[in-house]
């Protein structure tokens, strides 16, 4: 599976507030809170569910990536989504290992496990907070 994903009984912005707890603490910055249901609606257009995709980066882990394999910046920063489906707030993320195969750079592969573990750390960790 490309993706991991939880659900919580956390409303979409209280999943949020406790995701963006979560990855200070792991260094990683939010760089863009993108709430697409807000966006959609400015433009006129209905969206009945709540979704936020966070843009997150944990700038040092970047800088080392890139300095290895530049073409690691087609996947940053790394996406995590926030969002209702059927009644449920679900949490997820792609899982950086499978992107990061595309490269076809298997010096990468360390780095990819690491901060996939890292982000999915924060997942958790907001879905028990």
Known sequence: MFHYTV????????????????????????????DIKETLEN???DYDRDYRVLEVCNPKAA???LTQNHMIGYFLPCKI???????????????LTTLIALIEDDSLD??????EARLISCIDQSVNE
């Open 63 to 65: 800088k080392d990536a």
């Open 7 to 34: 659900e919580t009984n956390k409303s979409v912005n209280e999943a949020v507030s406790a995701l963006e707890t979560a990855l200070q603490e792991e260094k990683f910055g939010v760089l863009w809170d993108f």
């Open 110 to 115: 360390t780095f990819a496990e690491d901060i």
């Open 81 to 95: 989504v926030v969002y209702t489906d059927q009644g449920k707030t679900k949490i997820g993320m792609p899982k």
């Open 43 to 45: 433009k006129g257009f």
